[in-house]
């Protein structure tokens, strides 16, 4: 055991090794880059750029680095190629494109009078002050993508300068004639790198021109220092976010929950107890992984990381990992810790594969948030609570697949279920009741106001009440084995819509920093499939009660 743990963990530090010494060429990647109200290295600021335009970190293998860099140096050669992704079909149908097409180039989009026509319909929508609807919402992207291209290109979106005085920094293309200069021996030297590259030459001189590009960067930060050198001290922030960037800690982390997931299944199938030390080592090192990724958010942002949904998403995971381990040391049911993995590995999944709907990027706070005392008491822990009915869900699935397998065979396994979901349920009660209290001190000192009924904290006081309807019904003996099973999925559809929905379905009230939209489709199947599941196991155990009725 201890030598299998050894090994995990050589392996994890290699890989995170990988990430930490920079290679010939990849001084680029840490350029210090003002975007988006903060500093950030140009590797974030690629990233973000080619995802917004193309929908994805890289392009056909190349790096957003060297992409970016591109568009800038070269904007006619990116006339022709598909970089612009539109998936909403109305968008299509009204451009009189393709609807089976996902990728399109500048002159395809917006060398047409559709594309203005477009955009005046949208600002049209926007002054009614209405919700935007999917279709103006792809809309909105496709503006977006535009306008984040035009400005890449004219070199006025980089900005790479501190300035002298204020906190704006100059973008490359109103950099001062030696600063220019210096700029252009970066440019110099990355076509001079990227040629090496293309023409397949020999790693010497493809590492000779990539230090030459390193050694160009160096000179031009080193110029940018002088200029303010308090506001150009960033270097080990930016370190740690390119880092954060290459290692992907949360990925990491899902890959052994998912591994520890598979070794439970193997202690049930080969009934091999020995086995669980394995699964307790892969979640460890997965939980390990998970919080080491929430403190690089933190430490570089300087917050709590739960200001929009990708981060709650992140922690909600975490913190099912955390009850789920808790609660599985007290009782040793096994299932609890099955379904803690699960759901952790699921939501980790969910965020790692929809950036469009949760914006893994690292934001500054809104206004009304920047304040970490309320940040962290408030919001950490009424989304922690998510994170106990969100395991009471997974252990509820559990459940039903046992009722469906055989309700007397696995009685004791549904008992040991029921048992975990219940103490799961006064779990997230516990954290839910004081965190709605701690919002409403938060509004009151924000706001002016203790409680309004905004759509954020009636939700959240519904989903307080239905677990706290099942909770006593339970305690009174209204609510039996299969109902706390059922009612632990009926439930938490309360909180996806105090989650999810108010931001992203409603899109109203006073919590507009945390609106979003996208994924709509997928979540209301995601609650309609479990509905239905809990139905049809329902009608299945109905008939097997009135068919052993009969033959007693």
Same mark, same amino acid.
Request: aromatic share 14%.
């Given at each position: =055991?201890?030598?299998?743990?050894?090994?995990?963990?050589?392996?994890?530090?290699?890989?995170?090794?990988?990430?930490?010494?920079?290679?010939?060429?990849?001084?680029? $990647?840490?350029?210090?880059?003002?975007?988006?109200?903060?500093?950030?290295?140009?590797?974030?600021?690629?990233?973000?750029?080619?995802?917004?335009?193309?929908?994805?970190?890289?392009?056909?293998?190349?790096?957003?680095?060297?992409?970016?860099?591109?568009?800038?140096?070269?904007?006619?050669?990116?006339?022709?190629?598909?970089?612009?992704?539109?998936?909403?079909?109305?968008?299509?149908?009204?451009?009189?494109?393709?609807?089976?097409?996902?990728?399109?180039?500048?002159?395809?989009?917006?060398?047409?009078?559709?594309?203005?026509?477009? %955009?005046?319909?949208?600002?049209?929508?926007?002054?009614?002050?209405? &919700?935007?609807?999917?279709?103006?919402?792809?809309?909105? %992207?496709?503006?977006?993508?535009?306008?984040?291209?035009? /400005?890449?290109?004219?070199?006025?979106?980089? &900005?790479? @300068?501190?300035? &002298?005085?204020?906190?704006?920094?100059?973008?490359?293309?109103?950099?001062?004639?030696?600063?220019?200069?210096?700029?252009?021996?970066?440019?110099?030297?990355?076509?001079?790198?990227?040629?090496?590259?293309?023409?397949?030459?020999?790693?010497?001189?493809?590492?000779?021109?990539?230090?030459?590009?390193?050694?160009?960067?160096?000179?031009? /930060?080193?110029?940018?220092?002088?200029?303010?050198?308090?506001?150009?001290?960033?270097?080990?922030?930016?370190?740690?976010?390119?880092?954060?960037?290459?290692?992907?800690?949360?990925?990491?982390?899902?890959?052994?929950?998912?591994?520890?997931?598979?070794?439970?299944?193997?202690?049930?199938?080969?009934?091999?107890?020995?086995?669980?030390?394995?699964?307790?080592?892969?979640?460890? @090192?997965?939980?390990?992984?998970?919080?080491?990724?929430?403190?690089?958010?933190?430490?570089?942002?300087?917050?709590?990381?739960?200001?929009? =949904?990708?981060?709650?998403?992140?922690?909600?995971?975490?913190?099912?990992?955390?009850?789920?381990?808790?609660?599985?040391?007290?009782?040793?049911?096994?299932?609890?810790?099955?379904?803690?993995?699960?759901?952790?590995?699921?939501?980790?999944?969910?965020?790692?594969?929809?950036?469009?709907?949760?914006?893994?990027?690292?934001?500054?706070?809104?206004?009304?948030?920047?304040?970490?005392?309320?940040?962290?008491?408030?919001?950490?822990?009424?989304?922690?609570?998510?994170?106990?009915?969100?395991?009471?869900?997974?252990?509820?699935? @559990?459940?039903?697949?046992?009722?469906?397998?055989?309700?007397?065979?696995?009685?004791?396994?549904?008992?040991?279920?029921?048992?975990?979901?219940? %103490?799961?349920?006064?779990?997230?009660?516990?954290?839910?009741?004081?965190?709605?209290?701690?919002?409403?001190?938060?509004?009151?000192?924000?706001?002016? %106001?203790?409680?309004?009924?905004?759509?954020? /904290?009636?939700?959240?006081?519904?989903?307080?009440?239905?677990?706290?309807?099942? @909770?006593?019904?339970?305690?009174?003996?209204?609510?039996?084995?299969?109902? =706390?099973?059922?009612?632990?999925?009926?439930?938490?559809?309360?909180?996806?819509?105090?989650?999810?929905?108010?931001?992203?379905?409603?899109?109203?009230?006073?919590?507009?920093?945390?609106?979003?939209?996208?994924?709509?489709?997928?979540?209301?199947?995601?609650?309609?499939?479990? =509905?239905?599941?809990?139905?049809?196991?329902?009608?299945?155990?109905?008939?097997?009660? $009135?068919?052993?009725?009969?033959?007693?």
């Amino acid at each position: =055991m201890k030598k299998l743990l050894l090994v995990l963990t050589t392996v994890l530090l290699s890989f995170s090794g990988l990430t930490t010494f920079a290679k010939p060429g990849d001084q680029l $990647k840490y350029l210090p880059v003002q975007d988006g109200g903060r500093i950030k290295p140009y590797d974030s600021f690629s990233r973000e750029m080619l995802e917004i335009v193309y929908g994805k970190g890289t392009y056909e293998g190349r790096k957003a680095t060297e992409i970016i860099l591109t568009w800038m140096l070269s904007p006619q050669a990116w006339a022709d190629k598909k970089i612009f992704e539109v998936r909403n079909h109305q968008v299509l149908e009204a451009m009189k494109l393709p609807k089976d097409q996902r990728y399109f180039n500048g002159q395809e989009l917006f060398g047409s009078d559709r594309f203005g026509l477009l %955009r005046q319909e949208l600002q049209a929508k926007r002054e009614t002050k209405e &919700k935007l609807n999917p279709y103006f919402q792809a809309l909105q %992207r496709l503006e977006n993508q535009y306008f984040v291209f035009q /400005e890449v290109a004219a070199g006025r979106m980089l &900005k790479v @300068l501190p300035p &002298k005085e204020g906190d704006s920094w100059v973008a490359v293309a109103d950099l001062p004639e030696a600063f220019q200069q210096k700029f252009v021996g970066i440019t110099t030297a990355f076509v001079g790198y990227i040629g090496q590259v293309a023409q397949n030459s020999s790693a010497a001189e493809v590492n000779a021109a990539a230090t030459k590009l390193d050694e160009a960067i160096l000179d031009f /930060e080193a110029a940018a220092r002088t200029e303010n050198p308090a506001i150009y001290d960033h270097a080990q922030k930016v370190k740690a976010e390119v880092h954060y960037n290459d290692f992907h800690p949360f990925r990491w982390a899902y890959v052994l929950y998912i591994l520890a997931a598979i070794v439970l299944l193997l202690v049930w199938a080969l009934s091999k107890e020995s086995l669980v030390k394995t699964a307790w080592v892969f979640i460890a @090192l997965g939980f390990i992984l998970h919080t080491y990724g929430f403190g690089l958010r933190m430490y570089i942002m300087e917050r709590a990381p739960v200001s929009n =949904m990708y981060e709650t998403v992140i922690w909600v995971s975490w913190g099912t990992i955390l009850f789920a381990g808790i609660l599985e040391l007290i009782y040793k049911f096994r299932s609890i810790l099955f379904a803690g993995t699960l759901v952790a590995a699921f939501s980790l999944v969910i965020a790692d594969f929809a950036p469009a709907v949760l914006d893994p990027t690292l934001q500054p706070l809104e206004p009304v948030l920047r304040s970490n005392y309320w940040l962290t008491i408030h919001v950490m822990t009424i989304t922690i609570s998510y994170a106990a009915f969100f395991l009471a869900f997974g252990l509820g699935d @559990l459940g039903l697949f046992y009722y469906l397998r055989g309700e007397e065979k696995h009685h004791e396994k549904i008992r040991a279920i029921v048992t975990a979901i219940y %103490r799961s349920m006064q779990i997230g009660v516990a954290f839910l009741a004081p965190g709605i209290i701690l919002g409403g001190i938060w509004a009151d000192y924000s706001w002016g %106001r203790f409680w309004g009924w905004d759509p954020k /904290e009636t939700w959240a006081l519904i989903a307080l009440l239905g677990y706290l309807a099942v @909770l006593h019904a339970r305690y009174a003996g209204m609510i039996k084995n299969f109902g =706390m099973v059922v009612t632990a999925i009926i439930t938490f559809s309360l909180v996806i819509m105090a989650w999810y929905g108010v931001n992203f379905v409603l899109g109203a009230g006073l919590h507009s920093y945390g609106f979003g939209a996208g994924g709509v489709e997928y979540v209301s199947a995601f609650v309609a499939a479990h =509905m239905l599941f809990a139905l049809y196991v329902g009608v299945v155990r109905s008939g097997r009660n $009135k068919k052993s009725a009969k033959s007693s």
